[in-house]
Nanobody, 115 residues
Framework: VQLVESGGGLVQPGGSLRLSCAASGFTFSTRTMTWYRQAPGKERESVASITSTGGSTNYARSVKGRFTISRDNAWNLVYLQMNSLRPEDTAVYYC?????????WGQGTQVSVSS
């Protein structure tokens, strides 16, 4: 299983970023995918998840209405569109999935929101 995130960077408050996660090594179209984030000194938290077909999504209260998770099962990709970014969104963002009882993580991508 391999998960590779990309798309992070430095953005001003109110700006937007789109994160991508490329997945391989498992049957992507059968797995729920989740984006997590971890800010310095804080625990890792779930940000958004999407079911295998994309038919259902869930969001943390802190990002609801600003972030959108989506997926492309033809290309084994999951996305996180982040709008109206705030300084408190600054964190390393990870994509994750569970396969046969094991949780897998990507290496993460840094998102920094600052003026």
């Amino acid at each position: 299983v391999q998960l590779v995130e990309s798309g992070g960077g430095l953005v001003q408050p109110g700006g937007s970023l789109r994160l991508s996660c490329a997945a391989s090594g498992f049957t992507f179209s059968t797995r729920t995918m989740t984006w997590y984030r971890q800010a310095p000194g804080k625990e890792r938290e779930s940000v958004a998840s999407i079911t295998s077909t994309g038919g259902s999504t869930n969001y943390a209260r802190s990002v609801k209405g600003r972030f959108t998770i989506s997926r492309d099962n033809a290309w084994n990709l999951v996305y996180l569109q982040m709008n109206s970014l705030r300084p408190e969104d600054t964190a390393v963002y990870y994509c994750s999935t569970d396969v046969l009882g094991t949780t897998y993580w990507g290496q993460g991508t840094q998102v920094s929101v600052s003026s």
